[in-house]
């Protein structure tokens, strides 16, 4: 009897553990099953587009125009009519102010007396020295005395002419610092005159591109160009020719000066005003061309390969280009390019596209 019951419990564990083999061998078929198996990268791809690229510098700069004239005053005096305005347009010779011109006609009139009264001492003595009733010595110091006094008389004349401050060209007016009431001097302007139909620009470049500007000025396109400034503002664009170009290097600052002048809408800049200018030396129209974008860092690049669904890094020179894009071989000119994802694939490797855009078609 106890045979058989130990009969039956070792059949009992034998079916346990069976049953367990069983349950383990299921477990490790379905842990097989759902091992992960990675997908492969999801890549943008694209074309080159024919399009025109300019190979060109950027410079930040000023407004500034050709000539600032300071309007100074030749005398010192109050005041007593001031005319000038900022923003206010003038010509050559139109009166800005007034000073007090009464200590300038006194003294005028002064010089006129003593000069009259010399005249006269000189006359009667040359009278004498031609009869021999003056000696050599007096008839010289009255001569010296009537030129000494004529000189005063003529200064005290243009003196009270300067009273009168006159535009010395035309232009409009930046600065007008003074008022009616002040006292002009000659170490303070009484306005400050530009023309603002000639502006001009100056930039440093680098010592790098001086046989560029030197060699073919005239094949250079300049633009000089007004970023947008807040929300309503607009980038405005204007054409400028270069005007002049410095001979030498500085030496401290190895960069040498060229500066631009403004060919149309100086209506839209000022003085002063922070500008970019754009030189382009170099374009090339309709040419296949690709985003910066497909490049990655070390300046290389993949295509994809629609039969093999993989790509293939690409290494070629690079030497056409502007700020968005570059210029394709001709030989790769209809291949596709990896313009998103680059970074998680390598050499080879199979890839997912979720999106593509083609070249366009030309009739």
């Known amino acids: 009897m106890q045979n058989i019951k130990k009969i039956k419990l070792v059949i009992l564990l034998l079916v346990i553990a069976a049953a367990a083999a069983i349950c383990v061998s299921i477990f490790n078929a379905e842990n097989k099953k759902a091992a992960y198996i990675p997908s492969a990268p999801a890549v943008k791809i694209i074309q080159p587009q024919n399009a025109t690229i300019e190979q060109s510098l950027t410079f930040s700069s000023y407004v500034e125009a050709v000539a600032v004239v300071p309007v100074i005053p030749l005398v010192s005096g109050r005041i007593v009519e001031y005319r000038a305005k900022t923003g ?51 008839f010289e110091n009255a001569r010296s005395q009537r030129d000494s006094a004529k000189a005063a008389y003529e200064l005290a004349r243009i003196q009270l002419k300067q009273t009168e401050i006159h535009a010395p060209v035309s232009g409009t007016i930046l600065k007008a610092p003074l008022a009616k009431g002040n006292t002009a001097n000659p170490q303070q302007p009484a306005a400050v005159i530009a023309d603002l139909s000639t502006l001009i620009i100056r930039v440093h470049v680098p010592e790098k591109y001086f046989a560029l500007f030197s060699e073919n000025p005239k094949k250079l396109s300049v633009y000089a160009e007004r ?41 839209l800049f000022k003085p002063g005003m922070f500008i970019e200018v754009h030189i382009v030396y170099g374009e090339y129209k309709d040419v296949p061309s690709l985003p910066l974008e497909v490049l990655k860092n070390d300046g290389s690049c993949y295509t994809y390969n629609p039969a093999t669904k993989s790509v293939t890094v690409r290494n070629f020179p690079v030497s056409v280009k502007d700020n968005l894009h570059f210029m394709v071989p001709e030989e790769l000119a209809r291949e596709w390019f990896v313009l998103s994802g680059s970074y998680r694939v390598f050499d080879g490797q199979s890839v997912e596209v979720i999106e593509e855009t083609a070249a366009a078609q030309t009739e």
């Open 227 to 267: 970023p947008k400034n807040g929300e309503s503002s607009q980038p405005i664009r204007a054409k400028a020719v270069i005007d002049t170009i410095s001979p030498y290097i500085q030496a401290d600052t190895k960069t040498f000066e060229a500066v631009f002048k403004l060919r149309e809408h100086t209506e």
């Open 88 to 138: 206010m347009k003038v010509r050559e010779g139109d009166i800005l102010a007034q000073i007090d011109k009464e200590p300038f006609t006194q003294g005028m009139l002064q010089a006129k007396a003593a000069y009259e009264s010399t005249e006269n001492a000189y006359n009667r003595i040359a009278e004498l020295y031609k009869s021999s009733g003056a000696g050599l010595q007096d």
